[in-house]
């Protein structure tokens, strides 16, 4: 019984594709984020949601597309996909967002775009 | 979120005490420390964090100053499997409760 849940594990797609990462929490928890970690390791939020709605959002492209159908769940769909999106994405999530609200993440998704 | 600055790598014997440093002179008062570690190109894993007392987990032991200017994360008995990157983080929800992660020190757990 996973906790922080994501699909797929692995993505290998081309250049200019759309896609799709879907993240589940089976732990109650308000409040959900996605980050990236590129190749260089640097791990950076960027998006997070509470309670369904957008909380955070770091100077991201329009071409991703954070989707939360409801408090359980956040999705993540990619537009026009560059070389450059190539990396793991970790969702996560927490309780609530306070500063003791820890968060928890997932075993993340690693892009590759060709 | 205040800066926080680590080793880059250290190593351990298994079987010895892991005492990973930490800095964060700019830690304001209401910034937390948080611990987490990446074993592997896996998710984080959440470690254990504190405000100003000293604590403990059954994952590992955090000791902060008593200025917070620095803090030490304290794996007691070190086994191959603690062998991961180990982040330090001040952290401070205020307006947006973001990690922020910097490169983390390499923990070598060594036979």
């Known amino acids: 019984d996973t906790a922080v849940s994501q699909t797929p594990k692995y993505l290998v797609t081309q250049m200019g594709n759309d896609k799709s990462i879907k993240c589940e929490q089976n732990?109650?928890?308000?409040?959900m984020y996605w980050y990236k970690q590129d190749s260089k390791k640097f791990l950076k939020i960027m998006f997070s949601?509470?309670?369904?709605?957008?909380?955070i959002n770091e100077t991201v492209p329009n071409r991703f597309s954070p989707k939360s159908p409801d408090k359980a769940h956040l999705n993540l769909h990619i537009n026009s996909l560059e070389l450059g999106d190539s990396a793991v994405y970790f969702c996560?999530?927490?309780?609530?967002?306070?500063?003791?609200?820890?968060?928890?993440f997932g075993p993340g998704t690693r892009l590759t775009v060709l | 979120d205040a800066k926080t600055t680590q080793p880059t790598s250290m190593d351990c014997a298994e079987g010895r005490a892991a005492n990973l440093p930490c800095n964060h002179s700019?830690?304001?008062?209401?910034?937390?420390v948080y611990w987490y570690r990446q074993i592997h190109s896996q998710g984080p894993q959440y470690i254990i964090h504190g405000l100003k007392n000293n604590e403990t987990n059954e994952m590992a032991s955090l000791i902060i100053t008593e200025d917070r200017k620095s803090s030490t994360l304290i794996l007691p008995h070190a086994t191959l499997r603690d062998t991961a990157v180990y982040y330090c983080i001040a952290y401070n929800t205020g307006t947006a409760s973001k990690l922020t992660f910097g490169t983390g020190t390499r923990l070598q757990v060594t036979l």
């Open positions: 732990l109650g928890h308000d409040t």
């Open positions: 949601y509470n309670n369904k709605e957008l909380i």
């Open positions: 700019t830690i304001s008062g209401n910034e937390y």
């Open positions: 996560a999530s927490s309780q609530g967002v306070t500063s003791t609200d820890t968060q928890y």
